[in-house]
Antibody, heavy 128, light 107 residues
């Protein structure tokens, strides 16, 4: 059973860069069928997908955050990481890492993407 | 970006009730629609993908339907463990976006 665990600071000062790491167990990041995503949940609001990375390092970022987001992977440690620069109070949220399955629809040729395993989440507060 | 809108935003129901949560996309997304259950301080859980395919291990009282812009999640007979917040999410294109959530509370 795949398990994901986020780690990183719970408190970040404004303008600083947030660095979070997701450690994966029970599955290899080197699997070609998976992507690895970061998602956040603002208090009282919905979920926001920040982006994903493949084991080869291919990334896609949410255009609304693209200028501040960097996702990287370390297959030797079975970890992937998030950096979010120029943090403000609006970035205070619970941050989740999640495995993203990419499944081909053979009948139509399309692709399904869904988050089938999530970490427990880590609360990040931006405050001086 | 495709905007996802859920209704209602909150819902009170009793154990044994049948409930339906709606999710509407701002444009047609075929059936590239997933549903998640989220309980406080826990990892969100995938319930349904492809609008109607039940994820392995999810009880059969959960079902999903819809195509195009309108989708529904139905719980046929609420159990105590079902009280949570539910989110829809599209995967028609990137960026993937979620609905704002429907909080299901005990009446």
């Amino acid at each position: 059973q795949v398990q994901l665990q986020e780690s990183g600071p719970g408190l970040v000062k404004p303008s600083q860069t947030l660095s979070l790491t997701c450690t994966v167990s029970g599955a290899s990041l080197s699997s070609g069928t998976h992507y690895w995503s970061w998602i956040r949940h603002h208090p009282g609001k919905g979920l926001e997908w920040l982006g994903y990375i493949s084991y080869r390092g291919y990334t896609y970022y949410n255009p609304s955050r693209q200028s501040r987001v960097t996702i990287s992977v370390d297959t030797s440690k079975n970890q992937f990481s998030l950096k979010l620069s120029f943090m403000t109070a609006a970035d205070s949220a619970v941050y989740y890492c999640a495995r993203t399955l990419q499944v081909e629809r053979r009948a139509t040729g399309g692709w399904d993407y869904y988050f089938d395993s999530w970490g427990q989440g880590t609360l990040v507060t931006v405050s001086s | 970006d495709v905007q996802m809108t859920q209704s209602p935003s909150s819902l009170s129901a009793s154990v044994g009730d049948r409930i339906t949560i709606a999710c509407r996309a701002s444009q047609s997304i075929s059936n590239y629609l997933n549903w998640y259950q989220h309980k406080p301080a826990k990892a969100p859980k995938l319930l349904i993908y492809g609008a109607s395919t039940l994820q392995s291990g999810v009880p059969s009282r959960f079902s999903g339907s819809g195509s195009g812009t309108d989708f529904t999640l139905t719980i046929s007979s609420l159990q105590p463990e079902d009280f949570a917040t539910y989110y829809c999410q599209h995967s028609y294109n990137t960026p993937f976006t979620f609905g704002q959530g429907t909080r299901l509370e005990i009446k």
